[in-house]
């Protein structure tokens, strides 16, 4: 059973928007905390964004903060990470994770790649001079 599948991810010019979605697995998509995170070019995974259960509140990377915005649907199922003034920098591989359960106090916990308990494969983006 697949939980959580990535998908809009592309080839783009700097300076270009693009959305990635998240499609979350019906069995948690209600009580989950979901994320974003990315692994560049020869980097380790860092943390981009994640948003509450509720949808509510979100927390953003100082690196995206301002360009990135997550968001998702009533029913929890569809986790967006929209992405606009993109650069280079920004190039890698965006993967979306889940917190079945959600069970941690605040966001900033789930700036850790710890926190979460379901990953998805992965959307390369790749941007362009």
């Known amino acids: 059973q697949v939980e959580l599948v990535e998908s809009g991810g592309g080839l783009v010019k700097t300076g270009d928007s693009l959305t990635l979605s998240c499609v979350v697995s019906?069995?948690?998509?209600?009580?989950?905390?979901v994320g974003w995170f990315r692994r560049g070019p020869g980097k380790s995974r860092e943390f981009v964004a994640v948003?509450?259960?509720?949808?509510?509140?979100?927390l953003l990377a100082d690196s995206v903060q301002g360009r990135f915005t997550i968001s998702k649907n009533i029913a929890g199922d569809l986790v967006n990470l929209q992405m606009s003034a993109l650069t280079p920098e920004d190039t890698a591989v965006y993967y979306c994770?889940?917190?079945?359960?959600?069970?941690?106090?605040?966001?900033?916990?789930?700036?850790?790649?710890?926190?979460?308990?379901?990953w998805g494969q992965g959307t390369q983006v790749t941007v362009s001079e």
């Open positions: 948003i509450s259960r509720n949808g509510v509140v979100t």
């Open positions: 994770a889940a917190d079945r359960h959600g069970s941690l106090r605040t966001l900033y916990q789930y700036r850790t790649e710890s926190s979460y308990d379901r």
């Open positions: 019906e069995d948690f998509a209600k009580t989950s905390v």
